[in-house]
């Protein structure tokens, strides 16, 4: 008989649930439906992602995730509430950071701030997310996040 790992469990929902949500991130014509599984999944990979015994970089990440989707889906409010949490643990310097989590956090609290109608904060986040992804030094993870970056619903902001 076998023993279930629970935290092994927890990770591997958690990357499942992390995965699924960025699928339906980078879909252009997500459904009212496709938004709420989009949140639902991001909210499902945190909750895993505490629970899984890992280190803090993953809760932050599932914490810029969470900011994404709900700035995705047009919430402002949570997609703020979240954000202002993933600038709280990036300034914590958490063991595991890169470059690459440096771009992202900018970039959905610019995106959270364009769906709050926050105009100048979302363009200062905005250029902030630019300035960081040019600096990625892994030209690949560079190619993704610009392609990202590029990519979605920034509420008007240009």
Known sequence: MSTLDLE?????????????TWDLL?????????????IHHAHASLLHWQHSGGEQINALRAYYLLT???????EGEPAMRYGA???AL????????TDWDNAFIYDA???ANAAAGNTAAAHEYKEQ????????ANEEDRKIFNATFQSGNWHGIE
């Open 8 to 20: 092994k469990a927890h990770r591997w929902f958690a990357v499942e649930y992390n995965n699924r």
């Open 26 to 38: 980078g879909k252009e014509d997500r459904s009212e439906e496709e938004n709420e599984e989009m």
């Open 68 to 74: 994404n989707a709900y700035a995705a889906a047009g």
């Open 85 to 87: 949490r993933s600038l």
């Open 90 to 97: 990036l300034k914590e310097e958490p063991h595991g950071i």
């Open 109 to 111: 609290v610019g995106r």
């Open 129 to 136: 997310a630019r300035r960081a992804g040019e600096i990625i």
